[in-house]
Structure formats: structure tokens, C-alpha cells
């Protein structure tokens, strides 16, 4: 499998519900991303956690990460039709110097119904 | 505080004609990072420049491709001789680089369409 892989790769749940995402790589990493993607659209970052921290929250979303089994989870609570979008997770290493290399996942393709 | 600047959104080129895609970073940001997006698929790091420097570019195809990020003035990915197999969505970020966890910030793309 990929670096940053994602499952599912689609997934389509009605407005309200909570949706989870999850993530597996292959490599160590300085932190794990996660962006969203509109259709046709640019990515925006969502939320960063660092290899030492566990568990991050912002809004409605959760983030876990567990460097053990090299798996990170986004959790979206009380979903949004707005939700609607890819989702990628992105893994990044440093670069000498500074600077982050982020390898990407294929995604997962959320769709909230009304 | 503009974010990250792409342009054109659309470019269409012609089998073997160059494609010029233009990067302006945010205020403030000194490093800038090129990633391709085939069509269904995440994204793919191609090359990361600080100032007048390549400094990563281990994602970049040897042969056509080059990238620029000189004193003055946005980045420049260079596409020469283009094929269908280019046909993508070409996307800039920049960061401020320093420490190992800042944001990249996202432009918009390029969408690049060979004929």
C-alpha cells in the first residue's frame, strides 16, 4: 500500500451523522495532515498533529494518531451537507534545512446527504 | 494578506508545446512546494525551492520538467514539449519554513490539458 493510504475510499452518510476517516503509513514522520478538498477546487488544511501528541481537536473535527501502528483517524462529528468534499491525509518528513515533504494519500470521498 | 497565487486556473497546450505555470507565494513565505494531481488520485510532491535554490526536487521527471524560484518574482514550473500524460492539476504551496511543522498553504492550481 501507499504512504498515506485512506479508508474508505468513499463513504456517504446523512446530515447529522459523524463520519471517520482513517489513514495508514508506511514511514516515520515529524507530523500528519489533514486537507480537504472541494471538487475542482484547492486543498485547505484542516488540522496538524505531531508525532508525540495523540489526540487534537478542532471544532467538529478529532484527530488521533497512533505512531505505533502508524494509523491516524479524522473523525467529523454532527456532519454538514457543506461537509461534502475529498479528504486527504498527508505525512511529512523534513527536509535538511527545514521545510516539510508531504506525501498524500488517495483520499476519501465523503458525501453528506440531506 | 493575499494567500498563495496560481496562475492561469486553466491552460490548455498542444502536444509538444511548453506549458509555464506561475506560483506566487504568501507574504512572508520563503518556501514553495510543487505537487501534481492526476485525475482521482492524492497528491503527488514534485520538487520544493527556497529562494534561488532547489532544494528537494526528487519528484520531479528527469526529462522536460524544471522549476524556478528566482530573487524576484513568483515560481515557475516549466513544462516542455508536452504530452497528454502532463494533463493534470498542478498545485503550489508555500510555507515559512522554518521548524519542521508549519503549514503549507495552498494556491488554487493549474489546470493543465494537453491536446
Known amino acids: 500500500s501507499q504512504q498515506g493510504e485512506e479508508d474508505p475510499q468513499a463513504l456517504s452518510i446523512q446530515e447529522g451523522e459523524n463520519a471517520t476517516m482513517n489513514c495508514s503509513y508506511k514511514?516515520?514522520?515529524?507530523?500528519l495532515q489533514w486537507y480537504r478538498q472541494n471538487s475542482g477546487r484547492g486543498l485547505v488544511h484542516l488540522i496538524l498533529?505531531?508525532?508525540?501528541?495523540r489526540e487534537k481537536h478542532s471544532g467538529r473535527l478529532r484527530v488521533t494518531l497512533d505512531t505505533s501502528k502508524k494509523s491516524s483517524s479524522l473523525l467529523i462529528t454532527a456532519s454538514r451537507a457543506a461537509d461534502t468534499a475529498s479528504y486527504f491525509c498527508?505525512?511529512?518528513?523534513?527536509?535538511?534545512?527545514?521545510?516539510?515533504?508531504?506525501?498524500f494519500g488517495t483520499g476519501t470521498q465523503l458525501k453528506v446527504e440531506l | 494578506n493575499a494567500g498563495v497565487m496560481q496562475n492561469p486556473r486553466h491552460l490548455v497546450r498542444r502536444r509538444g508545446q511548453e506549458a509555464r505555470l506561475r506560483c506566487s507565494p504568501m507574504?512572508?513565505?520563503?518556501?514553495v512546494y510543487w505537487y501534481r494531481q492526476l485525475p482521482e488520485e492524492g497528491l503527488k510532491f514534485m520538487v520544493y525551492?527556497?529562494?534561488?535554490?532547489?532544494?528537494?526536487e526528487s519528484g520531479m521527471p528527469k526529462e522536460r520538467f524544471s522549476a524556478e524560484f528566482p530573487k524576484e518574482g513568483p515560481s515557475i514550473l516549466r513544462i516542455q514539449q508536452v504530452v497528454r500524460g502532463d494533463s493534470a492539476a498542478y498545485f503550489c504551496?508555500?510555507?515559512?519554513?522554518?521548524?519542521?511543522?508549519?503549514?503549507?498553504?495552498f494556491g488554487p492550481g493549474t489546470r493543465l490539458t494537453v491536446l
Open positions: 498527508a505525512t511529512a518528513r523534513g527536509f535538511t534545512g527545514g521545510g516539510n515533504k508531504l506525501t
Open positions: 504551496a508555500s510555507s515559512r519554513g522554518t521548524g519542521g511543522g508549519n503549514e503549507q498553504f
Open positions: 514511514t516515520s514522520i515529524n507530523n
Open positions: 525551492l527556497q529562494k534561488e535554490n532547489i532544494i528537494d
Open positions: 507574504k512572508g513565505h520563503s518556501h
Open positions: 498533529i505531531r508525532s508525540n501528541e
